[in-house]
């Protein structure tokens, strides 16, 4: 049995595909729309609040375990990398065995991973278990998506989507101000512990309410070779974004890693067009909005990912604030987000994504002019109008990239799609703290001695320049031991104003990138597949 509804979404009064009238309905909890949502909320919710709320235990983390710097490092880039590189095969996993059951594994393996690192006492264990978490979040994040894709009727699906991001921007934003609680009062063995019970409920959930939906024409084989070539691409592409700014652009390291991941997609690639069923066919796209969506995804991530990531520095080493106070100082951004994700998924049902996608850009892109005024002194009710400002610009993105990507997928490859949705998002977010924390080095090597000298301050070495440039990228003031008060204050000064001439030009090209994506959003359109759930089996 087939009901693929395909629609020609010429513009933004679009008419919604109907749901198939083959849907078998629910039976009880098991499979019905909304409590699939409640379910698969809470297990992302586990993830997304890993994100933010791990960063506050690194410096508890370090002096329990006497782990380095670049120790303590690689508890964010081994989960990272670990994320990043199989999200698409996850997806894939999902496609070919369930959603239901690789979204179950993924909560068990969280859960258990997060439970070990709690109970490490080394930093190589800490280390390898947040691998496993990354191994583990890969496989529950794109079955999130396959789930509400496979249950919700296509009418319902942007209010479905706009809820799950509303679950994630929460989760988000209380991740710093639950992790600085816990470790304030309790440990940090107590960030990872918390997911334990949040897995249960989640497996208990699943069981108990997920309903698996399999395409008829499921793949049902493996193209490892795929697999492996396209895992090779990400992970040197990762490496290279991650290591670049120990390393630098110039150094031959950073290209060759790049040079290898552009060899490793050009391999796949051609290995893609050969294999009978490949890892991600290729004619995926030539679906323009399918294309642009994931594009979308990653202009938006490197936009708001890389400009966030100063503001965190902003906040606590310019004004001073401790990470829970800067947490609550992030929650307009968030709240925005929170409130405007269910209210965007309503707009794109109504107006198709087009004029949410643009407005959304357009906001995120003024937003971001706004925090490139920021000031040393700017007071927190300006600030919040930017933030506020920026949450109600990324909200829409967030919902209707997701539905255009997801939405223009067949059913049988929603997995992969939710993959992509992810990758892209990590990709992007990992681009924007690279290029922008360049834009940043630049124009902080670059302004750090005239500043220095116009102030009088004694001149210092290469090597204390150099040095000093490394603390002021942070916003971090470098004064000496038994500085005098007034040479502090000059010192202090003169790092902070420097540290946001650079965040400003960093602010200003995110602004630039979230322009470009204006014209990106208005290659989208409706998903035309948002409705072919026929053929479906329920397992």
């Not at 297990?43 to 006497?66: C, E, R």
């Not at 101000?177 to 334990?196: A, D, K, P, Y």
């Not at 795929?226 to 120990?246: D, E, N």
């Not at 959304?360 to 005024?373: E, L, N, R, V």
Request: proline share 5%; charged share 10%.
């Amino acid at each position: 049995m087939t009901s693929q509804t395909t629609i020609d979404a010429a513009g933004p009064g679009d008419a919604t595909p109907a749901a198939p009238a083959d849907r078998p309905p629910a039976s009880g909890l098991r499979g019905h729309p909304w409590f699939t949502l409640i379910t698969v909320a809470v297990g992302v919710m586990m993830v997304a609040l890993d994100g933010t709320i791990v960063a506050i235990a690194n410096p508890a983390i370090q002096k329990d375990l006497g782990a380095t710097f670049a120790q303590v490092q690689w508890i964010t880039n081994g989960y990272f990398l670990a994320l990043a590189v199989s999200l698409i095969t996850a997806g894939k996993l999902g496609d070919r065995f369930g959603h239901r059951q690789t979204f179950l594994v993924g909560v068990v393996g969280f859960a258990a991973a997060s439970g070990a690192i709690g109970l490490s006492s080394s930093i190589g264990a800490v280390v390898t278990f947040r691998v496993l978490q990354g191994l583990f979040g890969a496989l529950l994040m794109p079955a999130a998506l396959g789930l509400l894709r496979a249950t919700f009727p296509a009418e319902k699906l942007n209010m479905a989507i706009g809820i799950w991001g509303m679950v994630i921007g929460a989760s988000t934003a209380g991740g710093p101000i639950l992790g600085g609680v816990l470790v304030q009062h309790v440990s940090w063995q107590s960030v990872f512990f918390i997911n334990v019970p949040v897995g249960a409920i989640a497996l208990g959930l699943g069981i108990v309410m997920l309903l698996d939906h399999r395409a008829e024409n499921a793949p049902r084989s493996f193209d490892l070779p795929g697999i492996a070539l396209l895992s090779g691409a990400m992970f040197c592409l990762v490496w290279a974004l991650i290591k670049a700014p120990a390393w630098g652009w110039g150094d031959g390291k950073t290209w060759a890693f790049i040079a290898a991941s552009v060899l490793g997609f050009a391999l796949f690639s051609f290995w893609e067009t050969k294999v009978k069923e490949p890892l991600i066919p290729l004619g995926l796209f030539r679906s323009v909005p399918l294309s642009a969506g994931v594009v979308l995804m990653v202009l938006m991530a490197i936009a708001f990912m890389g400009g966030l990531f100063f503001v965190t520095f902003y906040l606590q080493n310019v004004h001073g604030m401790d990470p829970v106070d800067a947490g609550l100082h992030l929650l307009p951004l968030t709240g925005m987000m929170i409130v405007g994700s269910p209210l965007a998924g309503a707009a794109i049902t109504k107006l198709g994504p087009r004029i949410p996608l643009a407005g959304g850009m357009a906001a995120t892109a003024i937003a971001m002019y706004g925090m490139s005024t920021l000031k040393a002194d700017t007071g927190s009710g300006i600030m919040a109008v930017w933030f506020a400002l920026l949450g109600l610009g990324l909200a829409p993105v967030m919902v209707g990239a997701t539905e255009v990507i997801v939405g223009n997928a067949p059913m049988e490859l929603s997995g992969v799609a939710g993959g992509l949705q992810q990758a892209a998002m990590q990709i992007g977010g990992s681009l924007g703290t690279a290029v922008l924390g360049a834009v940043m080095a630049s124009k902080v090597d670059g302004d750090l001695a005239g500043n220095w000298a116009a102030a009088g301050l004694p001149k210092l070495t290469p090597a204390q320049l150099a040095q000093a440039s490394e603390a002021v990228q942070v916003g971090v003031a470098p004064v000496a031991k038994g500085t005098p008060e007034a040479i502090a204050a000059k010192i202090t000064d003169v790092a902070h104003d420097t540290f946001i001439s650079g965040m400003s030009l960093a602010s200003l090209v995110a602004a630039g990138v979230a322009a470009v994506a204006i014209l990106v959003a208005l290659l989208t359109k409706r998903g035309e597949n948002a409705g072919a759930d026929a053929g479906i089996g329920h397992i």
